[in-house]
């Protein structure tokens, strides 16, 4: 048995469900990735139980009781993770997370279903020992749920290393429906696991959003949203992204779902270049669901001065009276701090505002209770105001 003690007073936070304990919270320990640990706290008492882990995260909490870290603990959650999927009744869509790591007690560990395939993602090292352990568990559920095809996805350094554990390499994108239109995902090459599943609900809300407007889609990738918008109604769609391959797909996207190609215009373009130099136009709705500004705690404060650079660029283009869809996946930027920097850059820019909605990731992503790193997606529904009303 490996036993690692606190350092530092997280009793409390552990036992109300945060599910990583940092490394520089812990005595110093040698344990390979996915070594089961058993954690005591600063007095010699048991705490909880983990994996080891490599890198700022020392260990994944998986128990808060002494009990086993085996093949049974991975296959009762695996299955209570995809009966929560069961009862959620999101029968019109048929690409949804199944398993979202700490959300479903299974810290690390991500799973997400696209049509017959699944694919299978690892945060960190602690899994790869148990990827085995974690198939077998898998593999009759998923069967059974329609799903034939099993894919891993892991980052080595900066490339992708995508395997089949079961099943067929797909033969290029996969299509998936999504409450009415189709979605193609890249599941080999793709970012995420192929699509932003998180954003169902925002692409959603912006097809009721969209009738007799003109939209602008910024960091469009596949172009979900501006497809929304083309479903939902208006006038014409611009999407732009820095990727010539995302916007490839996101006219390919548009195509799929029957609509006007005169009415798309798909821009390769750096978003802060085509805001400052290369946009002339005002729009009545305008999205913007940047990569992360804030990929660790310290680039926070340049990560507030992007979003709020990104708000004021996006308020000057906005029709008065229009819409902003402002969403960030920053973990490390909370929705109060998120919303401030909307406010800032309204203050700075002289412009009006009112929030009129702010939701997250759907309900296939569960947040876990004491864990707030959860609530990693922040989507603002903002109004941009008038001198009527707004005098």
Sequence with gaps: MITVQLLKNLEKTIK????????????????????????????????????????????????LADSPIDHTLFSQRINDALALRDRLGLRDTDALRLIHGEGDFLPGI???????????????????SWKETIVSA???????????????RRKKQHEKEVSVLYGCMPEGLVRVREYGMYLWADLVNGQ????????????????????????LNLYGYTGGFSVAAGLGGALSVTTVDSAPEAIRLAEKTWAENGLCPEEHLAVTADVATFMKTGNRKKYDLIIADPPSFAPRKSAVPNA???????HASVLGALNPGGVYIAASCS??????????????????????IRI????????????????PEGEYL???QVEAGNTTAYA
């Design 16 to 63: 109300n469900g945060h599910p990583w304990i940092f490394r520089n919270a812990l005595k110093p320990f040698s344990a390979a990735p996915g070594s089961v640990v058993t954690v005591f706290d600063r007095s010699g008492r048991f705490c909880c139980a983990g994996l080891a882990d490599e890198g700022p995260i020392g260990v994944r909490v998986f128990s």
């Design 192 to 215: 995420k696991t192929g699509l932003f599943l998180d954003h169902r609900e925002s692409r959603k809300r912006v097809r009721t959003l969209s009738k007799g407007k003109t939209a």
């Design 356 to 371: 009129v909605e702010k939701w997250g990731a759907g309900r296939d992503h569960p947040v876990r209770k004491g864990f």
């Design 378 to 380: 922040k989507v603002f």
């Design 304 to 310: 507030v001065r992007a979003y709020q650079m990104l």
């Design 331 to 352: 973990s490390h930027i909370n929705g109060t701090v998120f919303e401030k920097t909307l406010q800032d850059a309204a203050y700075k820019a002289g412009k009006k």
């Design 110 to 128: 991500v799973l997400d279903r696209y049509g017959r395939y699944a694919v299978l993602n690892f945060d960190g090292k602690a899994l790869l």
């Design 138 to 152: 898998l593999k009759p559920a998923l069967m059974d749920r329609g799903v034939d095809t099993l894919l891993f």
